[in-house]
């Protein structure tokens, strides 16, 4: 059964300085991988979809990286801002999306 | 830009009613899902639906659940009957191709509460 954790579980930076979320999965065996944006008692907002084929994907200030063999994602945010405030949720897919408790992100201005 | 929009965003009910969550998924997109949060907890996995079948569902998707497509927009959860354990925020999503290739588009969610 597939295990995704995401570490931390709670993060506070002041705005501008880089985020770094971690995610990790104990099967190797994944189709894709996406990250997911949740803002409080909404909906999950997709960021980026990584292909187990790739190794990284970019959109504006976001990057994420994926290690397969490793069971291990990253997802970078360049000069994080108040609005970047969020849940960040990763998920893994063999047939269906796990996902991860998610990291909490709070950017004080 | 194209989005899965779900309807009702608040549903109160009373435990051993049913309930039936709507979805619209975006237009093109051929594969569809159910997935629940409980507050404070993960997001689950509750069913898939491809070509007017179900592809998968997990353990929690039990008899009281279903999913039908009553024409060619919509895309319905019922619960037949609620339980308190079935509060929660349940999500639909859709994607282009399956699961194991696509990205998930998700809706905004319903709240569903059972009292």
């Known amino acids: 059964k597939q295990e995704v954790t995401q570490i931390p579980a709670a993060l506070s930076v002041p705005e501008g300085e880089n985020l770094v979320l971690n995610c990790s999965f104990t099967?190797?065996?994944?189709?894709?991988l996406q990250w997911f944006r949740q803002d409080p008692g909404k909906g999950l907002t997709s960021l980026l979809l990584i292909q187990s084929s790739q190794r990284e994907q970019t959109s504006g200030r976001l990057n994420a990286s994926l290690d397969k063999s490793s069971g291990r994602s990253t997802l970078y945010i360049a000069a994080s801002q108040p609005g970047d405030s969020a849940t960040y949720l990763c998920a893994v897919t063999g047939y269906k999306l796990s996902f991860g408790a998610g990291t909490t992100v709070t950017v004080r201005a | 830009e194209p989005e899965v929009t779900q309807t009702p965003s608040h549903q109160v009910t009373q435990m051993g009613q049913e309930v039936i969550l709507r979805c619209v998924p975006i237009?093109?997109?051929?594969?569809f899902y159910w997935y629940r949060q409980i507050l404070g907890q993960k997001v689950e996995f509750l069913v898939s639906f491809y070509n007017n079948e179900i592809s998968e569902k997990s353990e929690i998707f039990d008899d009281q659940f279903s999913v039908e497509r009553p024409d060619g927009s919509n895309f319905t959860l019922k619960i037949r009957s609620t339980k308190l354990e079935d509060s929660a925020m349940y999500f639909c999503?859709?994607?282009?191709?399956?699961?194991?290739?696509?990205?998930?588009?998700f809706g905004e969610g319903s709240r569903l509460t059972v009292l």
């Open positions: 237009s093109n997109h051929l594969y």
């Open positions: 099967d190797s065996a994944i189709y894709n």
């Open positions: 999503a859709s994607s282009e191709s399956s699961a194991n290739t696509g990205e998930l588009f």
